[in-house]
């Protein structure tokens, strides 16, 4: 079955920025839509940028300009590079594998376990 892992959460100062990767095991090839989700305590999960099979990427309005999405077909891994973190984008981060996607949506077969994402003002 597939897993996933993140892994480089932690905290930062407003104006920071941290690198978070999600390792996914279990499956035969790695040529499904990947993304990234987060939740901030009180609020509802949302789509923070995902990464088709083909390299095409899609960013919450939010985060444009900031946050990167890029993915390691052969190690089967999924990046995201955050800039100029704000207080607002503290919440638990989420890798997603596989699933349905659009132009502006994704819904994800797999979750990862999540990693906590700290900015301080």
């Known amino acids: 079955q597939v897993r996933l892992v993140e892994t480089g959460g932690g905290s930062v100062q407003a104006g920071g920025s941290l690198r978070l990767s999600c390792a996914a095991t279990g499956r035969t090839f790695s040529y499904h839509v990947m993304g990234w989700f987060r939740q901030a305590p009180g609020k509802q999960r949302e789509l923070v940028a995902f990464i088709t099979s083909s390299g095409s990427t899609n960013y919450a309005d939010s985060v444009k300009g900031r946050f990167t999405i890029s993915r390691d077909n052969g190690k089967d891994t999924v990046y995201l590079q955050m800039n100029s973190l704000k207080p607002e984008d503290t919440a638990v981060y989420y890798c997603?594998?596989?699933?349905?996607?659009?132009?502006?949506?994704?819904?994800?077969?797999?979750w990862g376990q999540g990693t906590q994402v700290t900015v301080s003002s």
């Open positions: 997603a594998d596989d699933g349905e996607f659009g132009s502006d949506y994704y819904y994800p077969t797999y």
